[in-house]
């Protein structure tokens, strides 16, 4: 079964940090792009970052550029977002995404497996 698992997700201070990692079973990440999105309440699911396959492309959101870093460590099967200086505006539910290509993709609808989310709210 092909599963993405989210982790790392909490309550944390504005000017905080999270990481989140992303794991994989049933298959192997590292053919695979991958997109962090996230989700707050009556909004839209926003792109935050994404990891091509190949190349090592990287996209991040306006919004986060400068604060968050995204990397993969295939040995682990395991994508990360690292979150500084975390707003009250980052809170969210934070969702990896996966997609079989060597094509970084930035939109939701390109992705075609999901994990289940990982709250993560940011307040004093």
């Known amino acids: 079964q092909l599963q993405l698992v989210e982790s790392g997700g909490g309550l944390v201070q504005p000017g905080g940090s999270l990481r989140l990692s992303c794991a994989a079973s049933?298959?192997?990440?590292?053919?695979?792009?991958i997109g962090w999105f996230r989700q707050a309440p009556g909004k839209e699911r926003e792109g935050v970052s994404c990891?091509?396959?190949?190349?090592?492309?990287?996209y991040y959101a306006e919004s986060v550029k400068g604060r968050f870093t995204i990397s993969r460590d295939n040995a682990k099967n395991t994508v990360y977002l690292q979150m500084n200086s975390l707003k009250p505006e980052d809170t969210a539910v934070y969702y990896c995404?996966?997609?079989?290509?060597?094509?970084?993709?930035?939109?939701?609808?390109?992705?075609?497996?999901w994990g289940q989310g990982t709250q993560v709210t940011v307040a004093s």
């Open positions: 995404a996966a997609r079989h290509t060597t094509i970084i993709y930035t939109t939701k609808d390109e992705y075609e497996f």
């Open positions: 049933g298959f192997t990440l590292n053919n695979y792009g």
């Open positions: 990891i091509s396959s190949s190349d090592g492309s990287i």
